[in-house]
């Protein structure tokens, strides 16, 4: 049986990346100190596995790694802190926990892990590249990985979380060729489904929806994305970590499908039945990016592997969970 460590396991793609995996001969640890998860109905299911196993623990603290254990095949190295609104508040501990929890990983793989042939996969994020549009006007659309990872203005805090990616993704490439380990990196690009908190545009929008809100704040109604239902980003991020030909490789994950944010809202009122009678268009934030779509031919190309899931069936299924919730 193949062992994976799953690190920031609790959250979002680490909670449907185990769940996704329980079923195929794997023991799975997730390693996680809840700092932006809950130990809800659905975790606790999850641990009720006889093949999913928690290990509470700071990342930060190198000393933790020893209750990590050795002899993992895969380690998913997920860990950070996410949710726009914390790289505002927090910048510092977006920094902090983001470096320190990559240096650790990276540290404990080389040395303890003792697994001949083992891979770690990193998730980076397009907002390492996202603000290039911004600071030079100039950005492919779609991007594709090869573009400049840029820091728009370090005196922002949004910056604070592309920062800590562009970091961790020179850790992890300088790492895996000095010590000789296999490594892939993925930027995931906005993806959504259950149990994704209440802090990103979807789950939020939901919210106000069921509250009725009136007049209903939009927020960057013309920016656009590329939203990527989570059970498609899930068999991409196995794809890319078990397949050989990624080794060294960064991956763009997304859609084709470029969605305004004003239409994205006005799918969500039709499918929740509810409208508002005056919207609130307001300005995204300071350095947010008007747009912003991958380029996923290279995915596609080395793992044949690309999104199926329609923004209308993700955001039917999405709705439902969280209907079903409160
Ligand atoms: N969801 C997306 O669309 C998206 C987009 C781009 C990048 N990413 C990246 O993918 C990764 C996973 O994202 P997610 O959406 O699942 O985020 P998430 O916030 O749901 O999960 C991250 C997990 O890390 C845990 N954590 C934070 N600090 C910790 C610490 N010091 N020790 C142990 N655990 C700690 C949190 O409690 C949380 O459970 C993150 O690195 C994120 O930056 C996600």
Redesign the pocket.
Known sequence: MKKILI????????YHLAKHLLNQEYEIVI???????ERDADLENLLKQPNVKLVT????IPASWENIGNGYDYVYH??????TKLFYEIPHEVLR?GIT?TLNVLDWFKTKNNKPGAKILY?????AYAGALEAFGKLPIPTPENVPLIIADPYNPRWS?AGQ?LISELLFIHYSKAYNFRMSIV??????GPR??YM?VIPEVIERIKQKTDPFPIFGADDTRSFCYIDDAILAIQGVMESKKTDEGTYHIGTHEETVIMDLVETMFNLMDWRPKNLEIKKSPLGSVKRRLADVSKIKMDIGWEAKTNIKEGLEKTIAWYNSRK
């Open positions: 690190t920031g396991g609790a959250g979002f793609i680490g390693a996680d100190n809840f700092f932006r998860s623990a700071d990342l930060t997920l860990v950070g802190i996410n949710g926990i929890t998730t980076s994020s397009n907002e979380y990616k930027r995931p690009h906005n993806f959504y994704e908190g990103h």
